[in-house]
Antibody, heavy 119, light 112 residues
């Protein structure tokens, strides 16, 4: 059974860079024909796609966040990562890592990790 | 891309049927049969309920069904059960020019 697990700091200061890592178990990021992505959910609000990386290494970002987002992959550790720069309180959210298909079907989700932006 | 439009809340009694709408544009819902629906209970990660508009993953009850007409997709839950009470989100591919994904704002379902 595929599992995804987010890890990273739960508290980030304003203007700094938020960094999270997702560790994937029971599937190989580099060999499978899937996208590996990040989705966030501010407290009490809806879901927002942040971006995805394909098994080939191609990246795709939400246009509204594109200038601040970098998603990368470490195939040796079977992990992919999110960096979001210049964060503000508006970036406070539960961040989910997830796997989705070419038809944008998100079939596996991590449990989510709350990141709070505060000084 | 703007978020897809869903009603903030819907309600129904056990055994009844309800439908949740998800309205987009000709750039997302209207152009692709790539709408998925997710169920989210409080404090939990979302769960896939419907994909590619009408398909149901293995293990999801056949009480859940999806459809689409024009720029609006719909999720219908028949024979409502107490455990169906949750938030529901639609999602669509929206990448006419660049790969893009949009979610709806979410609908809170209350089983009375």
């Amino acid at each position: 059974q595929l599992q995804l697990q987010e890890s990273g700091p739960g508290l980030v200061k304003p203007s700094e860079t938020l960094s999270l890592t997702c560790t994937v178990s029971d599937d190989s990021i580099s060999s499978s024909n899937y996208y590996w992505g990040w989705i966030r959910q501010p407290p009490g609000k809806g879901l927002e796609w942040i971006g995805s990386i394909y098994s080939s290494g191609s990246t795709y970002y939400n246009p509204s966040l594109k200038s601040r987002v970098t998603i990368s992959v470490d195939t040796s550790k079977n992990q992919f990562s999110l960096k979001l720069s210049s964060v503000t309180a508006a970036d406070t959210a539960v961040y989910y890592c997830a796997r989705h298909t070419t038809t944008v079907t998100v079939d596996y989700w991590g449990q989510g990790t709350l990141v709070t932006v505060s000084s | 891309q703007s978020a897809l439009t869903q009603p903030a809340s819907v309600s129904g009694s056990p055994g009844q049927s309800i439908t949740i709408s998800c309205t987009g544009t000709s750039s997302d819902v209207g152009s692709y049969n790539l709408v998925s629906w997710y169920q989210q209970h409080p404090g939990k990660a979302p769960k896939l309920m419907i994909y590619e508009g009408i398909k149901r993953p293995s293990g999801v009850s056949d009480r859940f069904s999806g459809s689409k007409s024009g720029n609006t997709a719909s999720l219908t839950i028949s024979g409502l059960q107490p455990e169906d009470e949750a938030d529901y989100y639609c999602c669509s591919y929206a990448g006419r020019r660049n790969f893009d994904v949009v979610f709806g704002g979410g609908t809170q379902l209350t089983v009375l």
